[in-house]
């Protein structure tokens, strides 16, 4: 038995959920992970990525020098650089110099239009503050967004529109206080999984009642008292039909109505049109079940909605939300313990990034960039002359993919995401990346996104920095360095402060905008000066327990569940809705819905978790067909399958089972051999700019073993 | 309103809410009473019954972490009797189990005066350590059958039930349903029953590869099958360390 050199406590660095961990030390290595059973969030609860996936860390892929490309690369020639023998390890000094040099070269040449740069959910909120304040002050762009944008865009978008306030509006273990709770467009016990034990346990032990809409049969329908098994991309039509029989039979909230919202008429009258039958017709759900489910979700004391993916990624992603808080506003289901509207954060740090000013349309705390006010409030914090900070909304991450080139953007600056696998329709992404004339990539290891970077700046991990992750729940909570830096790797936030100096210096800038940082508390506390939901927020606050925002002053103890007494925006407003269907639908050519998401054992774009132990576990990408369709394309169990869409072709295992629905394949997003995201479309919602990752036409054949790019691994697994 | 009960334990008198276990209501007064299968996270089952007390009226001991206070009780934690029962919970326990990685249990041993070699004729209970994913190992010659991680895998927190008992009385051991590999069971390797396993029968992959010699580089430079661990489960050859 060895014991520990020494035990710290942290954050989890995988999803929104915001585990508690202690990572036991020795001789600078992890080897294990504990949990205290008092932990607020978990309550000594783990899943395997936070209990047994940290080992990334370690992987002998890490960079820890600086390198740059052997090879110069030019626009329209850009080729990936993957292994090691491509690069050169430079100086920190050399790195930075040059990364200065043709970042403000290219500013001074084509402007503020030609910076962009992608921010990290994965980094701590002091990170993103700083990498947002630098393209702000310096480059005077706001071209700055992360993958919020890919993820719960049109969720946020529709919270702003209705409630004023874009982050769940319960605390997770709330969930025991729900009588009736709907889960739709998320597959909790693979992508929260502690969140999926706490929904179990109030259905178990608590008597909470669970109404599951998701067209994939995810676990938790074992525990559902509803199952609507909806097409893809029919929410909208089955949220809203049942605001139809809430107010056909007239279950809704007349008072919640009157005192609390705005907007009712013309949204009830929108409604009318959404009839249980007409609902069936589009989304393939029995009329008694979206009766059934409205009677339960109304009537219930207090019921809240819990969504994740499923709803945002879409191009209706803003209305597929919106049909969801539309049934909270009709019901008053919104505003007491136990009720509300819960988006289910991805990443770790999501919530965070976006509070942060991660955003091209927001500064810190989403106040919005084209207020005058709000800007001269910001150039007054970071010494800009008047009037010197960019008024116009940046592009989004999609936009600034698209807006690569010639007069467009010309430079992109990636610190931890991997563009080259969670963007959609990953060959036009990768044209893309070739046409521009600098990258600069921040992160552990030569992604496949970073294989395309001119500089290679090595960071740390979250076991080797300190800082502060925003969870799901809006729980700020500290992230604590337990080893010392790997190699010469640096936290981000020491290498954006570094770099801004030598920018402000390559510029001619005599008034700095303040980089001096000794410590991420203050940078946390520059943050709060700034964002009133962060004011309170202060490290010595939250060694033990995090506090969920906002914290408006020191003193406040901050804000388990939102909107008791009024909405940000004063009356929530219903919106009236129309169906629209997806983009691309199914035809003779492709026949089959492509729907993508995750699976419990990997995370993302799994430049992490492809990298740890984790990868045993589940070693390969593998398709999700359901029996009836198994047997009309001829496919059995583990047989190679090529899927292809109207953007490319994929080669991968095939899975038959009843998980996914007839005319529906399920394909995971984590394996870079057959990335699922070379076959999405690119298809935007035109409020959110989200893709649509949930529904895209495909077509299935059969083919031979030797057409399999990784046909040695395979891990028979029993879990669902 | 709880109602509040009034008994004394070791001559302590002692209020608390009913529905107290007298575990609970002793730690209230700063007594403290030997545990090994309670947990604060897992339900109470009694099954070690080190914890036992002796309550006045009472025919037999009594199990402090499930027994509920009752008005007047009289309740003695430290009696000669309670120490007797403790202190051959003990050597039972040391004549069938490997407790090398269970240092509580052993301090216990020394506290209580408990002879290892009290049962010298006894038959050790010896399993080949089973290694067949690459989160955590399971070498249940080190098992008490306390019962935690079962819970944890079903309702306690989990509800994955991919591990139970199997056989009867001597021969009774934890282990998944026809005896399969780990992988092939509905385990989601949340490793909470690592988390809870007192003993050190269930240990993160990581840890028992430093303690059997490897070095940090060399675990993190194991090949995938290495990592898989041993499907056929013969035990592996362990480095001295």
């Keep these: ?720 | 309103m709880t109602e509040i009960i009034s008994l004394t334990i070791d001559s302590i008198p002692v209020s608390v809410p009913s529905g107290f276990t007298i575990l609970k209501a002793a730690e209230t007064v700063g007594i403290q009473i030997p545990t090994i299968c309670f947990h604060e996270a897992c339900t109470s089952n009694a099954l070690c019954r080190i914890c036992v007390v002796e309550v006045e009226g009472a025919r037999t001991l009594i199990p402090a972490c499930v027994a509920q206070v009752s008005e007047g009780m009289i309740v003695q934690t430290h009696s000669d009797r309670v120490q007797r029962a403790r202190r051959t919970i003990l050597e039972m326990l040391s004549s069938t189990v490997d407790l090398t990685d269970s240092p509580e249990i052993l301090a216990m041993m020394n506290d209580y005066h408990a002879d290892p070699e009290r049962f010298p004729e006894s038959n050790p209970r010896e399993f080949d350590l089973l290694d067949d994913n690459p989160m955590y190992v399971r070498d249940y010659s080190k098992c008490i059958l306390c019962w935690r991680c079962v819970q944890v895998c079903a309702e306690d927190a989990q509800y994955t039930h991919a591990i139970n008992f199997s056989q009867r009385g001597f021969d009774t051991r934890i282990d998944t349903f026809y005896h399969i590999t780990l992988p092939e069971t509905t385990c989601v390797f949340c490793g909470q029953c690592v988390a809870v396993c007192p003993t050190g029968a269930l240990k993160p992959k990581r840890q028992w590869l430093l303690e059997t010699g490897y070095s940090p580089i060399e675990i993190m430079s194991l090949t995938r099958s290495k990592r898989n661990g041993n499907k056929s489960r013969i035990q592996p050859e362990r480095k001295l360390p």
């Design chain 1, 1 to 720: 038995m060895i014991s520990p050199d020494s035990i710290t406590t942290t954050t989890c660095p995988f999803c929104g959920v915001g585990c508690t961990l202690q990572l036991h030390i020795r001789d600078q290595f992890i080897y294990k992970v504990t949990s205290p059973f008092d932990s607020i969030v978990n309550h000594g609860n783990l899943c395997v990525k936070g209990r047994f996936g940290y080992d990334y860390v370690f992987n002998r892929e890490r960079i820890t020098t600086p390198m740059i490309r052997k090879t110069p690369q030019k626009p329209g020639s850009r080729v990936p650089a993957p292994t090691l023998e491509d690069w050169t390890s430079i100086t920190w000094e050399e790195a930075l110099e040059l990364v200065a040099d043709r970042l403000a070269r290219i500013y001074q040449r084509d402007g503020s239009g030609a910076m962009a740069v992608y921010c990290c959910a994965k980094a701590t909120n002091e990170d993103n503050y700083l990498m947002q304040k630098m393209y702000r002050t310096l480059f005077r762009s706001n071209n700055i967004d992360h993958c919020t944008r890919l993820c719960h865009a049109g969720s946020v978008v529709a919270l702003q529109m209705a409630v004023g306030s874009s982050a769940m509006s319960n605390t997770a273990s709330e969930v025991i206080h729900n009588d009736v709770f709907i889960v739709t467009g998320s597959n909790v016990t693979e992508n929260h999984p502690i969140i999926a034990l706490q929904m179990k346990a109030a259905i178990e032990k608590h008597g909470a009642k669970l109404i599951v809409v998701d067209p994939r049969r995810i676990e938790l329908v074992n525990y559902a008292t509803l199952w609507l098994p909806e097409k893809p991309g029919t929410d909208v039509a089955v949220f809203s039909a049942m605001a139809h029989v809430i107010l056909q039979e007239k279950l809704y909230n007349q008072e919640f109505i009157d005192t609390r919202t705005e907007n009712f008429a013309s949204f009830a009258e929108s409604m009318e049109k959404f009839t249980p039958e007409f609902a069936e017709i589009i989304s393939g759900v029995d009329r008694e079940l979206i009766i059934q489910a409205a009677r339960m979700y109304a009537t219930a004391k207090n019921a809240a909605i819990y969504w994740a993916l499923g709803i945002p990624e879409s191009v209706h992603g803003t209305d597929n939300a919106l049909s969801l808080i539309n049934l909270a506003l009709l019901t008053g289901q919104i505003g007491r313990l136990g009720t509300g509207l819960n988006p289910l954060r991805g990443q770790n740090n999501v919530q965070g990034a976006s509070d942060a000013g991660a955003m091209p349309w927001h500064y810190p705390g989403y106040q919005r960039v084209d207020q005058e006010e709000i800007a001269r409030k910001y150039e007054t914090c970071w010494n800009i002359e008047p009037g010197g900070l960019n008024r116009e909304p940046g592009l989004t991450t999609t936009e600034i993919m698209s807006a690569v080139g010639e007069g467009g953007v010309r430079s992109l600056y990636i610190m931890g995401e991997n563009p080259m696998m969670s963007e959609p329709n990953l060959n036009h992404t990768r044209h893309q990346m070739e046409q521009l004339e600098f990258i600069v990539a921040q992160d552990l290891f030569i992604t496949e996104s970073a294989a395309y970077a001119d500089v290679f700046l090595p960071a740390v991990s979250f076991a080797e920095k300190d800082g502060t992750f925003t969870n799901t729940d809006r729980r700020v909570q500290r992230v604590r360095r337990a080893i010392d830096p790997i190699g010469q790797a640096r936290p981000d936030w020491q290498i954006i402060c570094d770099l801004a100096l030598r920018i402000e210096k390559k510029l001619g800038i005599t008034q700095s905008s303040g980089w001096n940082f000794q410590d991420p508390s203050e940078v946390l506390a520059e943050m709060g000066s700034l964002v009133p939901e962060y004011r309170g927020v202060k490290y010595d606050r939250i060694e033990k327990v995090g506090l969920q925002t906002p914290v408006p002053d020191e003193s406040h103890p901050g804000t388990p569940y939102l909107f008791r007494d009024q909405f940000p925006r004063g009356r929530g407003k219903f919106h009236p809705l129309t169906y629209i269907p997806s983009a691309e639908l199914p035809d003779e050519e492709y026949p089959m819905i492509l729907t993508t998401g995750r699976v419990l054992e990997h995370w993302h774009g799994g430049s992490m978790t492809r990298r740890s132990w984790l990868s045993d576990l589940f070693p390969e990408a593998r398709m999700e067909l359901h029996p009836t369709d198994a047997t009309r394309f001829g496919i059995h169990h583990d047989d190679p399958v090529r899927v292809t869409s109207r953007r490319g072709t994929i080669v991968l295992r095939a899975s038959i089972t009843e998980k996914t629905t007839p005319g529906v394949v399920f394909i995971p997003f984590h394996f870079a051999v057959a990335a699922a995201n070379i076959l999405t479309i690119d298809a935007l919602d035109p409020l959110a700019k989200i893709p649509e990752y949930k529904v895209c036409a495909v077509n299935i054949t059969k083919v031979t073993e030797d057409e399999l790019p990784d046909p040695g691994s395979h891990q028979p697994r029993g879990r669902y």
